[in-house]
């Protein structure tokens, strides 16, 4: 898996700052990664499976780019983990709970900076209900 060519130190300071740039989160953080980091990311996820890790992959790309091809696979995978979890009992979903608490922070941070709408994705409100 290829990483991000920018140095950590620009993205720590990118992320300290989306809240202050003029033209809004997700032009700030397409500055640093751009185009190319999208699809860098998106490379390793495979849609097929609905892990939690391939669903926080999804929406760590979601956060440089929102092509189309990128929402749509993003919204398959919610649903299949959203299927998931649905589907666990009590005690088996106590076992994914470091996963569903990493997820439903990412989808806070993604709405937060307005890059997705609180209602895009059935997944965020299946989270925050667990």
């Known amino acids: 898996m290829k990483r991000l060519q920018k140095p950590l130190s620009v993205l720590l300071a990118v992320a300290l700052t989306l809240n202050l740039s003029p033209a809004g989160p997700r ?3 397409a500055d640093v990664a751009g185009e190319p980091a999208a699809g860098e990311v998106a490379s390793p996820t495979d849609p ?6 391939n669903v926080n992959g999804a929406l760590e790309v979601l956060s440089y780019s929102l092509k189309p091809e990128y929402v749509a696979a993003a919204k398959k995978l919610c649903a299949g983990y959203d299927a998931h979890l649905k589907s666990l009992s009590d005690k088996a979903l106590d076992a994914e709970r470091t996963f569903v608490v990493g997820t439903l922070k990412g989808f806070n941070v993604l709405i937060k900076n307005k890059v997705i709408a609180a209602g895009d994705f059935p997944l965020c409100a299946t989270l925050q209900q667990i």
């Open 27 to 29: 032009r700030a953080m």
């Open 48 to 53: 097929a499976t609905p892990d939690p890790k």
